[in-house]
């Protein structure tokens, strides 16, 4: 009987193609189609659940994203550029935010959704 909520952390990549990123932007399409799944599923028994992509934060995975050959990822300039000019949201912030968004009266009301629509 206890509320149940399952936040899934998805990414742009799985709404929008990137050269390069096929298995990426692919499992990650997958898994807001399998958070999509488990609304139509589970949602008369009160599970809730959403796949939230929380922006481009400054990680490691963001460090070797600027270290791509530019032949295998065509973005890596637009990548480079979210680094130089301070456009990469810090990891901390953006783990704050998804706590206060699970905190929501209306998660779950929607399954796909992006931290960055919550500023």
Not at 29 to 48: I, N, P, T, W
Not at 72 to 80: D, G, S, T
Request: proline residues 3%; hydrophobic residues 40%.
């Amino acid at each position: 009987q206890a509320e149940r909520r399952i936040l899934n952390i998805s990414s742009g990549a799985g709404r929008n193609p990137n050269a390069g990123w096929g298995v990426y932007c692919a499992t990650k399409a997958a898994l807001d189609m399998y958070s999509r799944v488990l609304k139509a599923e589970h949602a008369d028994s009160g599970v809730r659940i959403v796949s939230l992509a929380p922006g481009i934060v400054d990680t490691d995975m963001q460090a070797n994203i600027r270290a791509s050959d530019p032949a295998a990822f065509p973005a890596l300039a637009r990548f480079q550029e979210f680094h130089s000019t301070g456009k990469l949201a810090s990891a901390t912030d953006v783990a704050a935010r998804m706590l206060a968004y699970l905190d929501r009266d209306d998660f779950g009301q929607t399954e796909l959704d992006d931290i960055r629509n919550y500023q």
